[in-house]
């Protein structure tokens, strides 16, 4: 017998079976941030970067990094995880570094994710289960937990531990341990297979936590240990909204995205959000392309668009979108390697024909000079107000 859901049945499992808190008066979830998407508009680049700066992360002995998986800025600190954790200070010098592989207690097999939130640098390593912590100003090992929960990915903050759970049906996606006894699930989230198909979407780690989107709902929870946030509602006009019809069809089929010419006529997708002091930027899906955007958290302004210029095809990808970036006070950063100077290059486009735009002229110069000897440039992007 097909299982269908009414609106009503819809939003009580968004308000009560997820367990966030934040309710208003009619018992259905008050996020914090609700941005509105607006016309869709194509800036220059000039239009939404007040100014750019560089970092190069200099390598000690001309190694190579490895694929870059995750970018983190805390605390006056640079941390990468490749294939180990480096740790860099705001001028590139590498502080410290892990890339030892094995099955001691202060080593790691298979590094998937990192965190770093009360003086502590977590990292997680999902053949293990296992999750390690290390002085974040030292890198010296600390402690180390093995949860019988069977994780991709997790993250520390506090007192607890969010883990990322593999298993599918009932079992909540994400499930909240106790640092000091991770066999204790304290709390889950998102359960019930219905409801973790409607709900399903991407994670961020942010400076004080998670992020976990709705793929299909345009919605956005921030996880700061036990407690689940309501934090990000993206209203779409009417027009472009999936149908709720719709949305039962691809929970019954198992689906994540509307198939067929369907699919060009929504917006929906909500993912890869990044966060910094006063903004917020993120991604929807549009059909088969992204449409990005920037919010304003000072003025409540939001910037919605498909592309940047003066740039190429692949500035759309910096630095909203699945490459490896960060927020750190009030700038987002992106890291890239050697490897992919040819990209940054196109990304920044010609700079130097753009003589009123000096404060951008360096980091192109800098990205246009980084060498094997050199791990990787951070560059540093600061939002105009909007």
Not at 135 to 140: E, F, I, L, N, S
Not at 244 to 270: C, H, K, T, V, W
Request: proline residues 4%; aromatic residues 12%; contains cysteine.
């Amino acid at each position: 017998m097909k299982k269908t859901f009414s609106n009503w049945t819809l939003l009580c499992l968004l308000a009560g079976a997820i367990g966030c808190n934040n309710t208003d008066q009619n018992g259905t979830p008050d996020f914090k941030y609700n941005i509105t998407v607006t016309e869709l508009t194509e800036p220059s680049w000039y239009d939404l970067v007040d100014s750019a700066s560089y970092i190069t992360l200099k390598s000690p002995d001309g190694t190579a990094m490895g694929e870059i998986k995750q970018l983190v800025v805390n605390d006056g600190r640079i941390y990468v995880l490749a294939d180990g954790f480096y740790c860099f200070d705001m001028e590139g010098n590498c502080l410290f570094r892990q890339t030892a592989k094995g099955r001691a207690r202060n080593e790691f097999m298979d590094a998937s994710s990192m965190s770093v939130s009360d003086g502590l640098l977590f990292i997680y390593d999902r053949m293990q289960y296992k999750g390690l912590f290390f002085d974040a100003r030292t890198g010296q090992y600390v402690s180390s937990v093995n949860s019988t929960v069977n994780g991709r990915a997790g993250y520390s903050i506090g007192d607890y531990i969010i883990i990322n759970n593999l298993n599918t049906g009932d079992d909540p996606r994400l499930k909240i341990l106790s640092k000091e006894n991770p066999e204790n699930v304290l709390a889950g989230y998102f359960a019930g297979k219905e409801h973790l198909s409607s709900i399903r979407g991407t994670m961020s780690w942010v400076d004080d936590g998670l992020i976990y989107t709705s793929y299909r709902r345009n919605l956005a929870w921030k996880m700061t240990g036990p407690e689940c946030i309501p934090y990000i509602s993206i209203t779409v006009p009417d027009d472009k909204k999936l149908p709720d019809q719709l949305i039962e069809d691809m929970i019954e089929a198992g689906q994540i995205s509307p198939g067929g010419n369907e699919r060009a006529d929504y917006i929906y997708g909500l993912s890869e959000i990044k966060e910094c002091d006063g903004f917020i930027t993120g991604q929807l899906n549009d059909g088969n392309s992204f449409i990005y955007f920037v919010y304003d958290k000072n003025t409540g302004n939001s910037r919605f668009f498909t592309r940047l210029y003066p740039t190429k095809e692949l500035w759309q990808q910096f630095p909203m979108g699945d490459n490896v970036c960060a927020g750190y006070k009030d700038c987002m950063c992106t890291v890239v390697i050697p490897d992919h100077v040819q990209l940054i290059r196109s990304i920044l486009g010609s700079i130097g024909n753009e003589p009123d735009q000096e404060k951008f002229r360096q980091p192109y110069n800098a990205i246009d000079a980084l060498t094997e000897n050199d791990y990787a440039v951070v560059a540093c992007l600061w939002f105009k107000n909007l």
